[in-house]
């Protein structure tokens, strides 16, 4: 019998950076609005087998609309959560600048640290791209983060940013199990 897992992930990023775009296209248009929404965040379900190590994942993938103002919203937002997707837009610096910024609010609420993805975002907006690759995965890398290239728009390597981060989610749970923290 396979292990089954169920995970929390949250979209971390700047206004217009694709997480929603994100979430759509990984869980198949299948992006329900819950009633969550009139306080400021969403999720949608997907489910992903991993026969090479037995698993079926649940991931509840949450995604904040806007920028809610009431802090008990953020604090809802990030409980449990499990992993993360920290986007920036390629073609605006700006928003790869604010990732650590996201990050540190995510660790602050939760209290505990959370593997992340960071996701650069818009690949195929070549000609107005302004961070670079090695930007991009020189951050990751310092972080321990994994670094994954995508576009929402052709659907570039959007599996693959919640599949990895999928794989690092199990084996800190099965740690966990072990007997570790959490
Ligand atoms: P957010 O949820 O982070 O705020 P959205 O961002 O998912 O709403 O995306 C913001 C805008 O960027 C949307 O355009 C969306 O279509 C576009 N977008 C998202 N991902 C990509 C991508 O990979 N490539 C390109 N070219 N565009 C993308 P609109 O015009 O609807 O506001
Ligand atoms: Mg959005």
């Not at 986007?87 to 209290?111: A, H, P, S």
């Amino acid at each position: 019998m396979s292990a089954e897992f169920r995970f929390k992930v949250v979209m971390l990023g700047d206004g217009a950076v694709g997480k929603t775009a994100l979430t759509t296209r990984f869980t198949q248009g299948k992006f329900e609005a819950d009633y969550k929404r009139t306080i400021g965040s969403d999720f949608a379900i997907k489910k992903l087998e991993f026969d090479d190590l037995d698993a079926n994942v649940t991931i509840q993938v949450w995604d904040l609309a806007g920028q809610p103002r009431f802090e008990v919203v953020r604090q809802g937002f990030y409980r449990g959560a499990r992993g993360g997707l920290l986007v920036f837009d390629v073609t605006r610096r700006r928003t790869f600048l604010n990732i650590e910024d996201w990050k540190g609010e995510c660790f602050k609420n939760l209290g505990y640290e959370i593997p992340l993805v960071v996701v650069a975002n818009k690949v195929d907006l070549a000609d107005s791209r302004v961070v670079p690759t090695s930007d991009g995965s020189e951050y990751a890398k310092k972080n321990k983060s994994l670094y994954v290239e995508s576009s929402a728009l052709t659907g570039e390597n959007v599996e693959d940013a919640y599949a990895s981060l999928c794989r690092t989610m199990i084996e800190e749970a099965l740690e966990r199990a072990k007997g570790g923290n959490h």
